[in-house]
């Protein structure tokens, strides 16, 4: 009898055809060209429907994607991560893709009147990729101490299907084992906490778009808690695009500690580095617990010291402790700003002067300013209604989004090591774009809210001088020079 051919073993080779520098250009590019389609085709500043918050997502996918990118080198991930022919960095990069078509598609009325379920559908891929990714990322983050150590090793030769419990929990590392990831450092331990948050808060946003497309049906037992279907829908959407804020932003404080070595330091600058680490985790998992359950049980955290007319004055729960998150950031900012980083002080570097500018900036327009309209509601509630409601654009889309970003952007142009002029115009120009939009956006809030003042344009022009320099910064990346090496030249 003829015996029947059946494979019995597969090997696995893939050669990277796109490299992670090159993506990271790609996507910087995309971001600022989304970006510049959003404002030049006159659409408001702020967020304020359907069709404007899923555009948005074409440049916030842009912004998970930059920073899974810059995990990925900055951790060097890439040469643990299992060699498969569409690994984490492409699945990121097709996101951004099917993102920026969906949103072509909403920049035009008529288009979208055509064919509206075509962009949705781009948009839901998007989803699927980066929530993909944001998993894919986490466990390969789990992972790393074991495989740097060579101790992980997956029994891949047997894998029948009652023994997946097992294959799963080998992912639990053993007593042996914990030893590694107490010397993984805490720049570490802060990056996985990040990328669970963003993991989480993906989730939360799948939530959201599921109803808003199908309606509450299976989470309709929630809906009795929060009054009505609009408000869960509003409560879903806060947290979600919160907790992914604030989870990239304690990602950068991470990548920037582990790129410039704070904790190689010694003595003072050592110790505040650690404690600015550890009061950043310990923030970015309080938010991550206080605005899951706002999203779940319709959780309200109490407002300390209130005062004013009914207490309507006084400090959000929530924004207090978003702030811890901000309190570490700058704890770690100290002996970045005052330590040589490759014989040369980062106040002399416009790049990394320019990156520590953007935690400063986003400091005052979050935690000073924010605070500042809390303790002043009933005035910005009433009298100030105007100047409130463009603090609630400008917050959200520069004060988080925009200097997180830039600090992305920077932060590649720092890891490929981009010299010369380049280098120079990227973060002087940068450093000026900030300081425009910052001042811009304080007197958009507090002097002048109106569209089409003076401060108005300021704050535009400072957006726009940003956006020039990471149109320098994407040509630095783009001709930095790399070598690449394959695993068997580690």
Request: glycine share 10%; charged share 10%; net charge neutral.
């Amino acid at each position: 009898m003829k015996a029947i051919q059946e494979l019995g073993a597969v090997t696995y080779t893939h050669t990277y055809m796109l490299s992670l520098k090159l993506l990271t250009s790609a996507t910087i590019l995309i971001m600022v060209v989304m970006a510049g389609l959003y404002v030049f085709l006159g659409l408001p500043p702020g967020l304020d429907t359907y069709y404007q918050i899923l555009y948005f997502h074409s440049v916030g996918i842009g912004i998970a994607a930059l920073a899974v990118f810059l995990v990925i080198s900055i951790f060097d991930i890439q040469r643990y991560e299992p060699p498969i022919d569409f690994p984490i960095a492409y699945r990121a990069f097709a996101a951004v893709i099917f993102a920026a078509v969906g949103g072509i598609f909403y920049l035009s009325p008529i288009l979208d009147a055509a064919v509206p379920d075509i962009p949705l559908g781009l948009y839901v891929v998007a989803f699927i990729l980066i929530g993909d990714v944001g998993g894919a990322l986490l466990v390969q983050l789990l992972l790393l101490p074991r495989k740097q150590a060579g101790t992980y090793k997956p029994r891949m030769k047997e894998f029948p299907p009652r023994m997946w419990p097992q294959y799963v929990l080998r992912m639990v590392p053993s007593r042996k084992e914990f030893s590694v990831y107490s010397k993984a450092g805490a720049a570490y331990w802060l990056v996985v906490l990040s990328v669970g948050s963003a993991f989480v808060a993906g989730l939360i946003g799948v939530v959201n778009l599921w109803i808003r497309i199908f309606g509450a049906g299976v989470f309709s037992g929630f809906v009795p808690q929060f009054g009505d279907v609009g408000t869960f829908v509003g409560t879903l959407s806060g947290s979600h695009s919160h907790e992914m804020g604030i989870a990239i932003i304690t990602g950068v404080v991470a990548m920037v500690a582990q790129r410039f070595k704070v904790l190689d330091l010694k003595g003072l600058r050592k110790n505040a580095a650690k404690v600015g680490l550890l009061v950043t985790s310990i923030g970015i998992v309080a938010i991550s617990i206080v605005l899951v359950l706002e999203a779940v049980i319709a959780f309200a955290p109490p407002t300390l010291f209130q005062g004013g007319p009914g207490g309507v004055n006084g400090m959000a729960g929530d924004d207090t402790t978003m702030a811890i998150t901000a309190l570490g950031a700058m704890i770690v900012l100290i002996p970045l700003a005052l330590t040589k980083i490759d014989g040369k002080s980062s106040w002399k570097d416009s790049v990394r002067l320019a990156l520590l500018g953007t935690w400063i900036a986003a400091v005052i327009n979050s935690v000073v300013e924010g605070f500042y309209i809390e303790f002043h509601e009933d005035v910005f509630g009433s009298t100030l209604a105007a100047n409130h409601a463009v603090f609630s654009d400008v917050n959200p889309l520069f004060g988080i989004m925009t200097l997180l970003a830039v600090a992305l952007v920077l932060l590649a142009v720092d890891y490929y090591e981009v010299g010369g002029i380049l280098r120079r115009v990227t973060g002087w120009v940068a450093g000026v774009g900030i300081i425009v939009a910052i001042l811009g956006a304080s007197l958009y809030v507090f002097v002048d809210p109106s569209t089409g003042g003076l401060s108005y344009w300021l704050y535009i022009l400072g957006m726009f001088v940003l956006g020039v320099s990471a149109l320098a910064a994407t040509k630095g990346v783009y001709t930095a020079r790399i070598s690449k090496i394959s695993r068997t030249e580690i």
